[in-house]
């Protein structure tokens, strides 16, 4: 008990507003030093960061587990396909300014039924909306390729003004698209740390913490557990939606829910009980999976011992492990 | 001025009636303690009045409105607000966000998710005054897990009180402290209560805090009334004194 007891550090952002330009500095910096293939990666990382941070709201801050978030994020991925396919402009401000609103309401109306019910029961409603849309996919292939898929050309970026062709513009894009995804990560990092720190997120954090207590100050539990569900989804599916042009084609695999498993893994090996910890875990997970899958056919083995071994000895996650390593040495170096 | 009444209200588990037919009263600024010997159907007529539980048939009238099926939401928004036996609080949470968390409630603006919640002067404001007058300024940012047990007890009593209730029911705000404890606890919870001119129920089992701190005492039994009065008439009251305590008061 006394253990616990450690006052908060001070509620000042500024040392956290430093770290973060620190962070930021150096990832603006990677693609002068690194070649077009880590870049691939790391927008990947970032990307995977993105779905993290919004499934965290909420495993992390609202205590809901969902095992169907591939869902948002395959919706966001297959509107992007349609748009690509049907509606004409290759811009990825169009593309968004589409799949934004679609994985919006896909997250309210899905939302809206998973949260009837919380725990194990919410787990399995998402996992079988999930489902459905996989089967969807798979069946409806005159519309979605079935498990082809369906190809997402290169599009343009910032309405038009750079588009790639030619013999180097793939190398072009990969430098281009970092920085455009960068830029929307630090948006969607910069807008969830605000939500998780308003009254809706403590509102949020009191729910997960104490559910009958919420009640008894008024609370209106399941609309908090919803307005999360859809600003959760509506993450994941924009990550979904920088995901398409990178990969060229989307198939059903994101959909499947194994993708929902790698999101909770994800969140799981950097620590959803931090906000930082998705965020790490989106870009170490990425780095893992790849070498894992270089290195050995029995990849899938390598990531399962991983996960065991995260569960047994960090359960924390990677950035809740260092955030603790930090405050020990703290304390020793405050009683020498 | 009757605040709270209660018309033949009854709450049946199984064969046992917790809540045998009460007519309950509660006055405009008492200080109002239930007693009773476990399973005499205290925390049951609680729970009816906060929402917690359905009642089986009654009424609960607030100042003559019917409220016998509203919400807890509703029940919080006419000013009838609760603290709980065992300490419920959102562990996770600092000191000062339990207590904040209750006044953005209260004023609507939990759901409010574009701006920070500490950036919020007047709740933050209302929050350390509350921590305060409760002794808890000092802890404001520990995580609530982190208290001690009496702190514990206080802070659960400062998140029903943050909600400005005209009507507060603490469920054994002393229990699982030490009578050291015990004393401090209720000077500090009676004296904030009736600073406020709150109107409050307790629900107490040590007679000596009952007889100190109340104005009234209500004695339940098998989910019935057993006694009611002040504490002279109670503490004069032989049949009390024999049925519940099995010994004669003193004192």
């Given at each position: 008990?006394?253990?616990?007891?450690?006052?908060?550090?001070?509620?000042?952002?500024?040392?956290?507003?430093?770290?973060?330009?620190?962070?930021?500095?150096?990832?603006?910096?990677?693609?002068?030093?690194?070649?077009?293939?880590?870049?691939?990666?790391?927008?990947?990382?970032?990307?995977?960061?993105?779905?993290?941070?919004?499934?965290?709201?909420?495993?992390?801050?609202?205590?809901?587990?969902?095992?169907?978030?591939?869902?948002?994020?395959?919706?966001?991925?297959?509107?992007?396909?349609?748009?690509?396919?049907?509606?004409?402009?290759?811009?990825?401000?169009?593309?968004?300014?589409?799949?934004?609103?679609?994985?919006?309401?896909?997250?309210?109306?899905?939302?809206?039924?998973?949260?009837?019910?919380?725990?194990?029961?919410?787990?399995?409603?998402?996992?079988?909306?999930?489902?459905?849309?996989?089967?969807?996919?798979?069946?409806?292939?005159?519309?979605?390729?079935?498990?082809?898929?369906?190809?997402?050309?290169?599009?343009?970026?910032?309405?038009?003004?750079?588009?790639?062709?030619?013999?180097?513009?793939?190398?072009?894009?990969?430098?281009?698209?970092?920085?455009?995804?960068?830029?929307?990560?630090?948006?969607?990092?910069?807008?969830?740390?605000?939500?998780?720190?308003?009254?809706?997120?403590?509102?949020?954090?009191?729910?997960?913490?104490?559910?009958?207590?919420?009640?008894?100050?008024?609370?209106?539990?399941?609309?908090?557990?919803?307005?999360?569900?859809?600003?959760?989804?509506?993450?994941?599916?924009?990550?979904?939606?920088?995901?398409?042009?990178?990969?060229?084609?989307?198939?059903?695999?994101?959909?499947?829910?194994?993708?929902?498993?790698?999101?909770?893994?994800?969140?799981?090996?950097?620590?959803?009980?931090?906000?930082?910890?998705?965020?790490?875990?989106?870009?170490?997970?990425?780095?893992?999976?790849?070498?894992?899958?270089?290195?050995?056919?029995?990849?899938?083995?390598?990531?399962?011992?991983?996960?065991?071994?995260?569960?047994?000895?960090?359960?924390?996650?990677?950035?809740?492990?260092?955030?603790?390593?930090?405050?020990?040495?703290?304390?020793?170096?405050?009683?020498? | 001025?009757?605040?709270?009444?209660?018309?033949?209200?009854?709450?049946?588990?199984?064969?046992?009636?917790?809540?045998?037919?009460?007519?309950?009263?509660?006055?405009?600024?008492?200080?109002?303690?239930?007693?009773?010997?476990?399973?005499?159907?205290?925390?049951?007529?609680?729970?009816?009045?906060?929402?917690?539980?359905?009642?089986?048939?009654?009424?609960?009238?607030?100042?003559?409105?019917?409220?016998?099926?509203?919400?807890?939401?509703?029940?919080?928004?006419?000013?009838?607000?609760?603290?709980?036996?065992?300490?419920?609080?959102?562990?996770g949470l600092s000191v000062f966000d339990n207590v904040a968390l209750s006044v953005f409630s209260r004023e609507g603006k939990a759901v409010k998710m574009a701006r920070l919640a500490d950036h919020d002067e007047d709740v933050r404001r209302e929050a350390l005054e509350v921590l305060g007058q409760f002794g808890l300024a000092s802890?404001?940012?520990?995580?609530?897990?982190g208290l001690a047990q009496g702190e514990r007890k206080l802070l659960d009593v400062a998140v029903a009180y943050a909600l400005r209730p005209r009507l507060l029911f603490l469920d054994e705000p002393t229990s699982g402290v030490s009578t050291h404890e015990k004393t401090q606890i209720m000077d500090t919870v009676s004296s904030v209560?009736?600073?406020?001119?709150?109107?409050?129920?307790?629900?107490?089992?040590?007679?000596?805090?009952?007889?100190?701190?109340?104005?009234?005492?209500?004695?339940?039994?098998?989910?019935?009334?057993?006694?009611?009065?002040?504490?002279?008439?109670?503490?004069?009251n032989k049949d009390v004194a024999s049925i519940l305590l099995g010994a004669p008061l003193t004192g």
């Amino acid at each position: 008990m006394v253990a616990q007891v450690q006052v908060l550090r001070g509620r000042s952002a500024l040392p956290l507003a430093a770290a973060a330009a620190a962070v930021l500095m150096v990832l603006i910096l990677v693609p002068s030093y690194f070649d077009t293939y880590q870049v691939q990666l790391l927008i990947y990382g970032l990307i995977a960061a993105i779905a993290a941070l919004g499934f965290n709201l909420l495993l992390g801050y609202t205590g809901l587990l969902s095992f169907g978030h591939s869902a948002y994020f395959g919706v966001g991925a297959y509107t992007v396909a349609f748009v690509a396919e049907h509606l004409g402009p290759h811009s990825m401000e169009f593309y968004l300014l589409v799949g934004i609103p679609i994985v919006a309401v896909t997250s309210a109306l899905f939302g809206y039924i998973c949260v009837r019910h919380t725990q194990i029961f919410f787990g399995i409603l998402t996992l079988a909306i999930s489902q459905v849309i996989y089967s969807l996919a798979m069946k409806l292939y005159w519309v979605t390729g079935g498990s082809d898929g369906l190809r997402v050309p290169r599009p343009a970026l910032l309405f038009g003004a750079l588009s790639f062709s030619g013999p180097h513009g793939f190398q072009q894009f990969i430098t281009l698209y970092y920085y455009y995804v960068l830029a929307i990560s630090v948006v969607c990092v910069l807008l969830l740390w605000v939500i998780v720190h308003s009254p809706f997120g403590k509102a949020l954090q009191g729910i997960r913490d104490n559910e009958v207590r919420a009640r008894f100050l008024g609370l209106r539990i399941r609309r908090f557990r919803w307005i999360s569900f859809f600003v959760s989804g509506t993450f994941t599916g924009v990550a979904g939606i920088l995901w398409v042009p990178l990969n060229g084609l989307t198939t059903p695999d994101v959909l499947y829910w194994t993708y929902s498993g790698e999101i909770v893994f994800t969140a799981l090996l950097g620590g959803f009980r931090n906000f930082t910890g998705p965020i790490v875990g989106g870009i170490v997970f990425t780095y893992l999976k790849t070498y894992a899958v270089a290195s050995t056919e029995y990849w899938q083995l390598l990531l399962g011992v991983v996960l065991v071994t995260l569960v047994l000895v960090l359960p924390t996650g990677i950035v809740g492990a260092m955030s603790r390593a930090g405050q020990r040495l703290r304390q020793r170096r405050g009683a020498t | 001025m009757i605040l709270l009444k209660t018309v033949d209200l009854r709450k049946q588990f199984g064969e046992t009636r917790a809540c045998d037919g009460l007519n309950f009263v509660v006055h405009k600024g008492e200080f109002l303690s239930l007693v009773g010997s476990n399973g005499a159907g205290k925390t049951t007529l609680v729970n009816l009045i906060s929402a917690h539980l359905q009642p089986d048939s009654g009424q609960i009238l607030l100042e003559d409105r019917d409220i016998t099926f509203t919400t807890v939401t509703e029940r919080i928004k006419a000013g009838i607000a609760r603290s709980f036996q065992i300490v419920s609080l959102f562990d996770g949470l600092s000191v000062f966000d339990n207590v904040a968390l209750s006044v953005f409630s209260r004023e609507g603006k939990a759901v409010k998710m574009a701006r920070l919640a500490d950036h919020d002067e007047d709740v933050r404001r209302e929050a350390l005054e509350v921590l305060g007058q409760f002794g808890l300024a000092s802890k404001a940012e520990v995580p609530a897990g982190g208290l001690a047990q009496g702190e514990r007890k206080l802070l659960d009593v400062a998140v029903a009180y943050a909600l400005r209730p005209r009507l507060l029911f603490l469920d054994e705000p002393t229990s699982g402290v030490s009578t050291h404890e015990k004393t401090q606890i209720m000077d500090t919870v009676s004296s904030v209560v009736r600073g406020g001119m709150v109107t409050a129920v307790v629900i107490e089992h040590d007679m000596d805090v009952v007889f100190r701190y109340s104005d009234r005492i209500v004695m339940m039994h098998e989910g019935a009334f057993l006694a009611d009065g002040t504490p002279d008439e109670i503490r004069a009251n032989k049949d009390v004194a024999s049925i519940l305590l099995g010994a004669p008061l003193t004192g």
